[in-house]
């Protein structure tokens, strides 16, 4: 097929500083290199197009000249902004893999997820969304809380000290992630116990692929347990050997594989997720499962020895990269029909 290809491109390094985190959900040089070459071995022809202030007039001109976008672009700006391709495609009548537009503007709002979930009894942690320094906090929520931007993905915003004991450092975060990223955040009860991160796949059955468990054994000892941003940009990256970072498949009985399968395929159908999703889920001394997030745009490096919790699972369900991506790709040919006869 001839297809185009949507995304936006990483120029910086993630580090703490703010203005380098805007870049973090962006994809690197050599992961946009290794998707498009993906495609092109499966014998498409491939235009790329960059999720800049230009795409809208590049896709008007691509119009009835490419059958399917494979879009992984998170968007320039702005609250809805993983939602702005999708949107935009559908108004020009242009086939897209990934989830839709009203999808992509509630997974990306970490308060709607969880109201979202919670109509359909999904577990998710208790919560708060704070919009003003001066708002009360609710006192039925039990410390430790967690705080977080609330319209972010790949943990921007989530520091370490993000995880606080006592009504004032919990002011101090709060006021500190309000004024440095201009958008409400999340107060979330902490559950203190396992992770696990989870990529289903597919449309009419979607499938589950092997879960993937954060390794907390190798942090350091003044390192909480949770997906901080230290802990997912900086410390995961330096590790001699990556894999030390995970263990996937999770080492989970055989009841409790079934409760996370099931729950996930309940998440997916509940925000009408499409083709790809990954999610995020802890565990608490009980067992009990808690949605924390759901990332319909899960990464996609292509370099093993890169940590990229969806390609884990997929390598480890038997997938090539080639094959992973080129799942994705036909999953959503088929929603929306048989290849065009050429």
């Given at each position: 097929?001839?297809?185009?290809?949507?995304?936006?491109?990483?120029?910086?390094?993630?580090?703490?500083?703010?203005?380098?985190?805007?870049?973090?959900?962006?994809d690197?040089p050599?992961?946009?290199?290794?998707?498009?070459?993906?495609?092109?071995?499966?014998?498409?022809?491939?235009?790329?197009?960059?999720?800049?202030?230009?795409?809208?007039?590049?896709?008007?001109e691509?119009?009835?000249?490419?059958e399917?976008?494979?879009n992984?672009?998170?968007?320039?700006g702005?609250?809805?902004?993983?939602?702005?391709?999708?949107?935009?495609?559908?108004?020009?009548?242009?086939?897209?893999?990934?989830?839709?537009?009203?999808?992509?503007?509630?997974?990306?709002?970490?308060?709607?997820?969880?109201?979202?979930?919670l109509?359909?009894?999904?577990?998710?942690?208790?919560?708060?969304?704070?919009?003003?320094?001066?708002?009360?906090?609710?006192?039925?929520?039990?410390?430790?809380?967690?705080?977080?931007?609330?319209?972010?993905?790949?943990?921007?915003?989530?520091?370490?000290?993000n995880?606080?004991?006592?009504?004032?450092?919990?002011?101090?975060?709060?006021?500190?992630?309000?004024?440095r990223?201009?958008?409400?955040?999340?107060?979330?009860e902490?559950?203190?116990?396992?992770e696990?991160?989870?990529?289903?796949?597919?449309?009419?059955?979607?499938?589950?692929?092997?879960?993937?468990?954060?390794?907390?054994s190798?942090?350091?000892?003044?390192?909480?347990?949770?997906?901080?941003?230290?802990?997912?940009?900086?410390?995961?990256?330096?590790l001699?050997?990556?894999?030390?970072?995970?263990?996937?498949?999770?080492?989970?009985?055989?009841?409790?594989?079934?409760?996370i399968e099931?729950?996930?395929?309940?998440?997916?159908?509940?925000?009408?997720?499409?083709?790809?999703?990954?999610?995020?889920?802890?565990?608490?001394?009980?067992?009990?499962?808690y949605?924390?997030?759901?990332?319909?745009?899960?990464?996609?490096i292509p370099?093993?020895?890169?940590?990229?919790?969806?390609p884990?699972?997929?390598?480890?369900?038997?997938?090539?990269?080639?094959?992973?991506?080129?799942?994705?790709?036909?999953?959503?040919?088929?929603?929306?029909?048989?290849?065009?006869?050429?």
């Amino acid at each position: 097929m001839n297809l185009a290809f949507c995304y936006n491109v990483k120029h910086t390094i993630p580090s703490r500083n703010i203005a380098a985190q805007k870049e973090a959900d962006f994809d690197a040089p050599e992961t946009i290199t290794g998707i498009r070459g993906a495609l092109e071995a499966a014998g498409h022809s491939i235009t790329q197009v960059e999720a800049d202030q230009n795409a809208p007039l590049c896709f008007s001109e691509l119009r009835g000249k490419i059958e399917i976008v494979f879009n992984i672009a998170e968007g320039l700006g702005g609250e809805a902004r993983e939602a702005h391709v999708p949107a935009l495609l559908e108004m020009l009548g242009i086939a897209y893999t990934h989830s839709g537009p009203l999808t992509q503007a509630i997974s990306l709002d970490k308060a709607l997820t969880k109201l979202v979930l919670l109509h359909h009894n999904l577990p998710t942690p208790q919560f708060q969304l704070v919009k003003r320094e001066d708002e009360e906090i609710n006192p039925h929520l039990r410390f430790p809380l967690i705080v977080k931007p609330n319209s972010e993905g790949s943990s921007i915003g989530i520091f370490n000290e993000n995880l606080v004991y006592d009504k004032v450092t919990l002011s101090e975060r709060v006021k500190w992630l309000l004024h440095r990223f201009h958008e409400p955040v999340i107060v979330e009860e902490y559950i203190d116990g396992r992770e696990f991160t989870v990529a289903v796949i597919g449309n009419q059955n979607p499938k589950v692929l092997p879960v993937v468990e954060q390794n907390f054994s190798i942090f350091p000892e003044n390192m909480p347990h949770f997906a901080s941003f230290e802990a997912k940009w900086l410390f995961e990256d330096s590790l001699p050997n990556p894999h030390d970072a995970y263990f996937c498949p999770a080492p989970v009985s055989s009841h409790l594989q079934e409760k996370i399968e099931k729950l996930c395929l309940d998440i997916f159908e509940a925000l009408e997720c499409k083709d790809v999703c990954r999610i995020d889920l802890r565990m608490d001394k009980s067992e009990n499962l808690y949605c924390l997030e759901v990332n319909t745009l899960p990464g996609l490096i292509p370099d093993p020895h890169i940590v990229s919790y969806l390609p884990i699972a997929a390598r480890i369900a038997g997938f090539t990269f080639e094959g992973l991506v080129n799942t994705i790709l036909n999953e959503a040919v088929k929603r929306y029909g048989p290849y065009p006869e050429k």
